[in-house]
């Protein structure tokens, strides 16, 4: 019995003992750490981390999440930020944070490096997020499903209008994704608002599903699950370069483009490091770790060297794209609401 | 005045003395010093915290009955220490934050920024926890519960977790249903979003247009209700009822499924039955039927449900069926009622507990599923999907993912209603003290027909699914290129021999120790909390039950993704700062999941009669004590079935953690979910296939563990000695 006592506070101090080491967050060193939030594949927010540090030796603690998530997490955060840097992810939820006064306005000494559209970007932000990388818009299709059904090499927006494409064109919905939702601005800027609207309801005829993550598109045209995906040009090389039977297009009359974003938080408990951290993911040679992790955006520094698998932007027809307009809330509301009511409620 | 309560007023000024009130700051390195005196809130008053003092108050009424104990009125000396200190702790805490006053009347009023503090820590804890107690022992002292400090310190006990846990956090983000987008009350804002046509439209009944997206997910939810509820009692009945030979098989085919990590059942669809599936292409090849995508929509997110969520409906049934008494059907059979006759007007009825709460389990869990509508519904909408997307999708508007919450919410709380009118009052009491000498009725032909017929096919289609799952983890691209591989296991899991020893070099190391450790911590912790509070549900009688029973349901109901977001506006400001830690993890998911040991517990109980308790009670023993020796044994199918579903759901969920995980504590859902938008579909499933070998190991340690239930039954092959029945393997 007494065994049996001693045992028991035992293990209840053991148990307590866990229980404490456990209710403190990961004790980090308060001189050289930086809590990062990364939106990009897990392989290149790892190379960052671990390049950084050992370039700073600042202790990085990263968390990846969809670029979505951390804007909900920032915000959620904001009376009390836990997170020091917020790098890469598509550029509207960036763009909605700048808006809200989530992130914080910063000047890098290595802004002169960079490419006009990000500069531009960062400008219409309000300084307060930076373009690291851009990826145009495009559409991918399966050669293997267009042999068999006889379908055209698709080469621009109005193909995807043809009869035989009917239920074979697959796209997010732009309400759940930034991709769709750059699609539907893409071909706004190109055609004007009514004729972009008809040319919308026209493809909603061959849409087969409209999905709910913006690259879900690729992985079902590399499967054969569908012959035509829309999405980013790069999601679609990821394919290639893994093999599928899948070639990539840049459509005719020009295309539309995001941009991978990296803003400060506003509040941030290590401005320091986040600041050294932004400078530094400026680089090219912070910059080139990309396209070793098999993701193949174009860079926004200039030096950078561009990837042999990107698709050269000097190839692609990009249009102006006017992320002010199109990334202000109000105007993405409307745009959305709009599309719920004349597009996805038309009968097929 | 007992040891215990003594106990619990030396705690409270434990708290109050020695330990450090308020949490360390996430870089601060704490040395014993900061642990002991120095960081409590004495000295923190002394120094300044004024508002820390008037909590000696209360303290010291609690002493009242200590150094007098001549006096009459202990119980409520106790009583009013425990509300007050309660209420002293909670309103200083609610009242100065971070950046100091944090209502905007105090802020006029005493003028900005005032006061500030951080988190409460481990002295606040205790502290306040005492208090709890030192009130439920006054209220038990005063006559509650015929005295019982026990259930009502259990009472009170859980009562606190929902209300801090699941009550605080779910109302910051409903609130947000009633705000505009700055933010302002605005109630007609809440009409229009509740009101919107892709919500409540019906045009599918009369056109080809989609259905509004509540009743998309009222009619997925009441069909594999019914789905799950028919396959897991067909399943129990093969497993108790019958003879049949590969009955272990059959039960592991049944519960595979509980253990799959999310997206990979609908990956495994869409690879089998998708247009360029190898089920379709068979059939193409062979028969000629046209291959099409009907897998995506309805069709594919009702079987990937079914698939999902059959195994809880069988892990509630089994206990039941187990439990039914066979003497009520022998003596159905000695009234000379044909078999049928006997399982259709005694075995069912007596089976309604579980089939009800199966039932419930079934629906509640298809209205919150993510991750199979995500991947297989298609142009099929249903509210999980949206709320998600509300929160974090090109939208971003957190008030239209509260409202359509609430209808989740008004669907769940409609089913429980509905559950409850079911079941009525009746008694459905089988396990009872006296030996039962019966021998359970083998079933009638036709049930038993019934039941392979459809448990069979079921286990076969589950076992081509997995096939799929475990060669999709050591093949190159799985549904384009077979090369066999071990890549992904070595991209996942490397460990490399170094100078001082093994290094873990693989990327999914570092959130499989933290998955591990967190679902480790937490089961136990769901199992407990959750057949407590069925005991209390069952065995006591207080009011307000039937609120507390619906509190209970509230979480689970609830989408992971509110959750999530929830959990982040309550607790990542002070007085109870715990994002980032790995505590907010566990409770997360005991109170996601306690619903479950809820419902089983609940289940099982109905079926012990109460003279068992009533019986030792009279015998002296206290309601501790016929807890652990009396109930809790014959309560083993529930607590493994408890223990299983928090285990493995905390290995396997996926929405209500991405708010949560840090760099620290990242979990192996959120590392598959970033894999599977990455298109590395074989890295995500290897990932899938490792933690489903720690699920199993672990589920049979559970079984070990807890042991069988041994009730006084004999089996129809007439073993000598009662034979312990199984519960789950």
């Known amino acids: 019995m007494e065994l049996k006592k001693t ?3 035992a293990t209840m101090l053991a148990g307590t003992m866990t229980a404490m080491s456990f209710m403190s967050a990961g004790a980090v060193q308060a001189q050289g750490a930086l809590v990062m939030y990364c939106a990009v594949q897990e392989e290149w927010c790892r190379a960052m981390t671990t390049a950084f540090e050992r370039e700073t030796g600042i202790k990085v603690s990263m968390t990846r999440k969809s670029s979505g998530e951390i804007y909900a997490q920032v915000k959620a955060e904001s009376q009390n930020p836990r997170a020091d840097i917020w790098w890469g992810g598509t550029g509207d939820p960036h763009m909605q944070a700048a808006e809200e006064g989530l992130t914080e306005a910063y000047k890098s000494p290595k802004m002169t490096e960079l490419q006009d559209w990000a500069v531009r970007q960062w400008d219409q932000s309000k300084q307060r997020t930076v373009g690291i990388y851009s990826g145009a818009l495009g559409f991918g299709y399966n050669t293997d499903q267009a042999k068999a059904n006889n379908i055209g090499e698709p080469k621009c927006w109005a193909d995807l209008l043809k009869a035989e494409l009917k239920d074979e064109v697959q796209v997010a919905d732009p309400n759940s994704s930034g991709t ?20 919308l309801k026209a493809l909603h005829k061959n849409i087969n599903q409209y999905t709910k993550s913006g690259a879900a598109p690729a ?3 590399a499967l054969g699950e569908t012959t035509v995906g829309i999405t980013f040009m790069h999601d679609m090389v990821t394919m290639v370069v893994d093999k599928a039977p899948v070639k990539v297009v840049a459509p005719c009359e020009g295309t539309g483009y995001e941009i991978g974003s990296m803003s400060i938080i506003k509040g941030a408990k290590n401005m320091d490091s986040a600041k050294k951290f932004y400078d530094w993911a400026l680089t090219a040679d912070a910059q080139k770790l990309g396209a070793d992790a098999k993701s193949y955006q174009v860079p926004s520094n200039k030096s950078t060297p561009i990837p042999p698998q990107a698709p050269k932007l000097t190839d692609i027809k990009l249009i102006n794209f006017d992320f002010a307009k199109y990334g202000s809330s109000d105007e993405r509301r409307r745009l959305l609401s709009k599309w719920d009511n004349e597009v996805k409620n038309l009968p097929k | 005045m007992s040891r215990a309560t003594l106990g619990w007023i030396v705690l409270s000024w434990v708290g109050f003395v020695l330990l450090p009130w308020y949490g360390f700051e996430r870089s601060a390195s704490p040395n014993l010093a900061d642990y002991f005196v120095s960081g409590s809130a004495l000295i923190h008053g002394i120094r300044g915290a004024w508002w820390l003092l008037p909590i000696l108050v209360p303290l010291g009424m609690a002493l009242v009955p200590v150094v007098r104990p001549s006096i009459q009125q202990k119980g409520t000396w106790l009583v009013a220490s425990g509300l007050l200190g309660l209420a002293l702790i909670v309103v200083q805490g609610f009242s100065i934050g971070l950046n100091g006053w944090t209502f905007d009347a105090l802020r006029s009023l005493f003028g900005e920024p005032g006061p500030s503090q951080a988190g409460m820590g481990y002295g606040a804890a205790l502290t306040a926890a005492a208090f709890l107690i030192i009130l439920c022992h006054g209220l038990a002292a005063r006559g509650w519960c015929r005295g019982d400090a ?7 006990i859980v009562v606190a977790l929902i209300l801090v846990f699941v009550f605080f956090p779910v109302s910051t983000i409903l609130a947000s249903a009633f705000a505009d987008n700055s933010g302002n009350f605005a109630p007609s804002a809440f009409v229009a979003k509740f009101m919107d046509k892709s919500i409540w439209g019906l045009d599918c009944l009369t056109s080809d247009l989609r259905c509004g997206v509540a009743w998309n997910t009222l009619f997925l939810g009441l069909l594999v209700a019914f789905g799950t509820t028919a396959l897991g009692l067909a399943f129990a009945l093969i497993a108790t009822r019958t003879e049949f030979r590969y009955k272990k098989l059959l039960r592991v ?3 595979l499924p509980i253990i799959t990590p999310p997206f990979v059942i609908g990956l495994a669809l869409i690879l089998l039955f998708g247009r360029s599936g190898a089920l379709s292409n068979l059939l193409w090849e062979w028969f000629g039927v046209p291959r099409s ?15 999902a969520f059959t195994p809880i409906a069988f892990l509630v049934l089994i206990g039941v069926v187990q439990g039914i008494s066979p003497t009520l059907e022998e003596a159905s059979q000695t009234l000379r009622a044909k078999s049928w006759t006997t399982f259709w007007t005694v075995t069912l009825p007596l089976m309604r507990p579980g089939l009800a709460n199966a039932f419930l389990l079934g629906f509640v869990e298809s209205l919150a599923d993510f991750g199979n509508p995500l991947v297989l519904a298609g142009n099929y909408e249903v509210l999980s999907t949206k709320i998600f997307f509300a929160v974090v999708g090109a939208q971003q508007d957190q008030g239209r993912a509260a409202v359509l919450s609430i209808i989740l919410l008004a669907f769940t709380l409609g089913a429980f209603w509905m559950q409850h009118a079911w079941l009525g009052k009746k ?5 009872t003290g006296k030996g039962d000498s019966g021998i359970p009725l083998p079933l009638p032909r036709r049930v038993a027909m019934a039941s392979y017929l459809t448990a069979i096919p079921w286990a076969i289609f589950t076992l081509a699914v997995y096939a799929i799952i475990v060669v999709g983890a050591f093949v190159r691209s799985m549904g384009r290129d077979y090369t066999p591989t071990f890549e992904h296991f070595l991209t996942a899991f490397r460990v490399e021999r170094a100078d001082w020893g093994l290094y873990f070099s693989g990327s999914a190391w570092n959130s499989f120790f933290a998955t591990v450790k967190v679902a480790a911590l937490s089961a136990p912790l769901t199992a407990a909390i959750g057949l407590l509070t069925a005991y209390l549900l069952t065995r006591q009688r207080f009011s307000g039950q039937r609120a507390f029973e619906f509190g209970t349901l509230l979480s689970f109901a609830i989408p992971g993704t509110v959750v999530g977001v929830s959990y982040i506006l309550a607790f990542n400001v002070p007085p109870i700062e715990i994002t980032g830690t790995g505590f907010i993890l566990v409770m997360c998911f005991v109170f996601r999941n306690m619903p479950v040991g809820v419902r089983s517990g609940i289940a099982t109980l109905s079926q012990i009669d109460k003279s068992l308790d009533e019986a030792s009670l009279t015998l002296g023993a206290r309601s501790a004590t016929t807890m652990r020796r009396v109930v809790l044994p014959l309560l083993r199918p529930a607590i493994v079935a408890s223990l299983v579903y928090s285990f493995v759901r905390a290995m396997t969920a996926v929405s209500a953690v991405i708010f949560l995980v840090t760099a620290e504590y990242n979990m192996a859902t959120t590392y598959i979910v970033g894999r599977v938008e990455a298109g590395e579909f074989g890295l995500a499933i290897a990932y899938s296939t490792a933690l489903i070998l720690v699920m199993l190991l672990a589920i049979v340690a559970i079984q070990l563990m807890v042991g069988e239930r041994r009730l006084g039954r004999r089996s129809a092959s007439a073993a000598p000695s009662p034979i312990a029945v199984q519960a789950v393997p």
């Open chain 1, 7 to 9: 045992f028991a506070a």
């Open chain 1, 180 to 199: 769709a939702y750059t699609l539907l601005a893409t071909i706004i800027q190109i055609m004007g608002e009514d004729k972009g609207f008809e040319y």
């Open chain 1, 219 to 221: 992985k079902a045209t």
């Open chain 2, 150 to 156: 026990f259930v009502t310190s259990s009472i009170g």
């Open chain 2, 253 to 255: 085919m049944s519960v």
């Open chain 2, 293 to 307: 995508r009907w897998i995506y929509g309805l069709p594919g997110v009702f079987i990937a449900q079914l698939l």
């Open chain 2, 427 to 431: 008694v459905y009491t089988t396990v």
